[in-house]
């Protein structure tokens, strides 16, 4: 384990330890050239976890195949060497497991396993403070961070990776229902406690809803389960076949109507090639974060109000 540096060195405050957050920790320390204090805030003692990755429930999976969720871009089968030498999944079949939805439980672990590796190897060092930060402040340094333990940190640059907060349900009168009546989808040991036999009413149709509905299915849930949702739309299925030959480096210099019109076309030209319309999204994954990015912020406020729901699904 590396030890903090001099007091001189520049540090890198990350606030949350989540996925994201180590995902940048881990980053940080594998591409350090110079001493560099990399330190992660977060009020869990777990890291790696966030929402998505606390679930130790089995029905729950990764929604992207398995050689696709490699932290590292330059080991792309990362994630999958790691399955098979922790044998983390001996149901499944070893020559189709980079093509696998595998369980969610495991890639926490599995993020925890490299930022450790990354840390002993590294020239920065990395630092956890298992609390919660009340206060940001910029400073002429950087930034001054008060955490809830009385601790204060000076940070040379600060990332926010923070996650999701949870939203308050969106219907009259759901603050009065008592705690057996209102249950969050995050919270799934509460899900599989509800009653086989109670009628379950699931407030969203999107991919919390799929792990509402498995961990019911798992728990041989009788009643009825119904699902209401203010646009109708389900997670689509994942597809298989070939990838459509587009290049999404064009979209970076679009607005958001005409990327939206471009990715149209190029979905409607995938199928008429027999190709999953699917594999055009596929193609502009890596550049999420860039799209979004360049995007001003009238047109990120838009995407919000109006694209979202379908890009979710």
């Known amino acids: 384990m590396n030890e903090p540096r001099d007091p001189g060195d520049a540090v890198i405050a990350i606030v949350g330890g989540g996925a994201s957050g180590v995902l940048v920790a881990l980053q940080l320390l594998r591409q350090a050239l110079a001493p560099l204090q990399v330190v992660i805030i977060e009020p869990h003692a777990v890291l790696g976890e966030g929402v998505a ?19 590292l871009a330059e080991l792309p089968n990362d994630f999958v060497d790691y399955l098979r030498a922790n044998a983390c999944c001996p149901e499944l079949d070893d020559a189709r497991l980079p093509q ?45 961070l008060q955490l809830d333990d ?18 308050p349900l969106p219907l009259r009168g759901a603050t009065g229902l008592s705690r057996a009546q209102r249950v ?21 149709s999107g991919l919390s809803m799929a792990d509402t509905a498995v961990t019911l299915a798992a728990q041989a849930h009788r009643a ?45 030209a995938a199928a008429a090639q027999g190709l999953p319309w699917q594999s055009v999204m596929e193609r502009i994954r890596p550049l ?20 979202v729901r379908y890009w979710d699904v």
Do not use: K
Request: proline fraction near 4%; include cysteine; aromatic fraction near 4%.
């Open 53 to 71: 990755y606390s679930t130790a429930r089995a029905e729950h999976l990764l929604n992207v195949p398995a050689a696709r969720m490699s932290a």
């Open 184 to 204: 969050e989808a995050w919270d799934s040991e509460a899900v599989a406690a509800l009653p086989q036999d109670a009628a379950v009413c699931i407030v969203g």
């Open 100 to 144: 696998q939805f595998v369980g969610r439980r495991h890639y926490a672990p599995y993020l925890r396993d490299r930022l450790q590796a990354a840390r002993a190897h590294s020239l920065a060092s990395l630092r956890v403070h298992t609390a919660h930060v009340q206060t940001l402040q910029r400073t002429a340094c950087g930034a001054l």
């Open 288 to 307: 999420s974060q860039v799209l979004w990015q360049t995007l001003s912020v009238a047109d990120q406020r838009r995407f919000l109000r109006h694209v």
């Open 150 to 167: 009385g601790q204060v940190l000076q940070a040379t640059a600060v990332v926010l990776a923070v996650g999701n907060a949870l939203r």
């Open 224 to 268: 009825a389960v119904h699902v209401v949702s203010r646009h109708g739309l389900l997670p689509l299925p994942q597809a298989h076949g070939g990838v459509a030959a587009f290049d999404p480096q064009p979209l970076l210099a679009m607005s958001l109507r005409a990327r939206i019109r471009t990715l149209r076309q190029h979905a409607r």
